[in-house]
DNA sequence: CATGAATGAGACTTCATTCAT
DNA sequence: GATGAATGAAGTCTCATTCAT
């Protein structure tokens, strides 16, 4: 994990995030990111003058595709299907990058400090808020049934997402994140369909 | 906050969840701790010679009533009520003590550490599998549909659960979380019943 | 310069300001200052949380005697009298801690800081004042010719003070501080009285 | 305060002058000077290859009229004027460069460091001896009293200097440091002139 | 039980300086 | 002349922990 392909700037960011995944949040230290760099603490601070500055970039990166997720979900054949490709996409990414998921599980405690607290919460928020955008649409299509709320709905998909990945990491990465995520979530979301019947001809489009 | 009416060492515990509450995990110190019951750190040491003993301290207090809570949800009038209660138990439980709630939100973070590993692993896939035991009995009885392993039921409750408190976290507390859990678990979990006949009928009894 | 006799906390005041001393207010540095006590530096962070803490307590020791000194210059036989003993007491308790003469050449660069700049400029016109109003009171009695501003004679004198102090710095102490100050001072204030025929007839009178 | 019209070696000696009235001695470091120049602390390096050197051309900048002056004193109709002259050159040329006067309170944290203790006591003591001749010259020639010794006279004269140019830096030169210090010196000196008789006829001469 | 004084390790950060380009 | 990337030393400060009292 040398990532010698890239911009120190960059890698420096790319081994933070191994670093927290390894130490947890509490665990990153400018001196490890160095060594683990094979550079001095100093040269770190080049790039990042303040630690806070490290650790902004790692959350930058970390949300970096979240609007382009929810833009090419929209391109996706109905809502349904969206929401489907929605969270699929990241549970891709992550089995790809299954270090990044370490950031996932610490949202609150980075929303513990000033300096982070906005930043998370946008993410949080802005993911739940999309995902209810899309419940939404597709509670107008009549696709999904409206007994609950497109924001309850968004709050259990994303509550299942982060759970899984929780059950992923502590399992070791030992299977497929995204068969699984995206197993679970067909049948879940035909549990919210409104007409039952529709249910049995959908054909779920893997991409 | 004083915790006045408890032992020193009980004291001493919650104080230290009310300092994760705020300032996270890596955001306790002996010295924080210490201040906070206006006592010296020294004195901290005394009753837990170590700060690796105070966070197992912390996590037993956290896990205290898991089996009570496992158990008593058996005692239920089914075993769709059992996942209910056994959830919305943890939701009030929480809504009486919001600090603790911190913790819910540190699994990864805590299992970083090798000396919390185990114990949170315990934690986190104890209550899964007690919820998963229950909705695999649920199913047997023939009131969860099938469609769903129990495990992937489970998963999607308690993914729903934690993300539910980190909104309400994120939100200040400002509405029941009771409340808001119990509503959207019942047709949630109508959502998931065999037969949509029953659904109208079932009445969800609150405790 | 152990100050062994002294408790902890003012044994680092008195060996900072020899750091001061030595190395100039760039100088100091916990370690060099824990070093000469041989303590550790967390050591003298406990009993000064922040440095400027440390650098606080150096001012205040440096100005402790100011109200003192002040409220016995007027038990003097005049007002003149005053201005002579005002003055010259500090040349006296100079002369036996030299190294305190640091701290007077230091203003400017102290002031320079935002967390000692209302602190410095007190302790300078606050001697300034003090003089002021010695002088103002001998010009009312008649001693002190009016051709001169009190805030000027105050300002005279203490530039003269500071002045003889760096000199007295610069030529390592090598003479006493206190009689060169006390013989210039007299005549200085001689040349200040209003009528030249008491000047031959006023006796000094040293303390 | 760009300096842009200068040679970038000369520009950078301003600005550390300016960094220096601003953060005192111990503030200045190459990156602030780079910073406000607009270059990269490199760059500094290749104009004053230690920071020692770029002190050095400050305190050279610093006195760089110091013997000009000295010479233009001794043309003045005489020495009392000649004194008088002296010092209202530096206060007319620190008025129109306040900044600089941030040296002037800085000699004896600079001399702490063995590259500069020798040039600063040339500065101070040159100046102390230049008024000393002019004192002495002036008492030879009956202008001055002998109660006094000249390294007397020159003492006060320069102490007073300096405090009032403390007091201005205090009040953020709030008036003009030229009228007062030539106002009071013309009395300062009054007071020393050996027949009070020539006080009243004797004409200051501004310039 | 509790305190006060101390410690060693390590954290973040700044600084002067170097060097290849 | 200038830059960008780096460095080693030092500085302030925090932390868990110890121990005599």
Redesign the pocket.
């Known amino acids: 994990m040398g990532y010698s392909f890239l911009?120190?700037?960059e890698r420096i960011v790319l081994t933070t995030i191994d670093v927290i995944n390894e130490y947890g949040i509490k665990?990153?230290?400018?001196?490890?990111?160095?060594k683990r760099?094979?550079?001095?603490?100093?040269?770190?601070?080049?790039?990042?003058?303040?630690?806070?500055?490290?650790l902004h970039a790692v959350l930058d990166f970390y949300a970096q595709y979240d609007s382009d997720i929810s833009a090419s979900s929209l391109q996706q054949k109905d809502y349904l299907q969206a929401i489907f490709y929605y969270v699929v996409t990241y549970a891709e990414y992550y089995e790809n990058y299954p270090q990044i998921t370490a950031i996932t599980q610490s949202y609150d405690v980075l929303a513990c400090e000033d300096d982070f607290r906005e930043k998370i919460k946008k993410i949080y928020f802005g993911r739940l808020t999309a995902l209810r955008d899309l419940a939404a649409k597709a509670q107008q299509a009549g696709l999904l049934s409206c007994e609950l709320s497109a924001a309850q709905i968004a709050e259990i998909i994303l509550g299942f997402f982060h759970a899984a990945c929780l059950t992923w990491r502590f399992q070791k990465y030992a299977y497929s994140l995204k068969n699984y995520v995206a197993s679970t979530l067909q049948v879940l979301l035909n549990s919210f369909i409104t007409d039952r019947r529709e249910e049995r001809v959908r054909k779920w489009q893997e991409f």
């Open positions: 911009h120190r700037k665990g990153i230290s400018t001196r490890e990111v160095a760099q094979g550079i001095t603490e100093a040269a770190v601070f080049k790039h990042f003058p303040k630690k806070v500055d490290l």
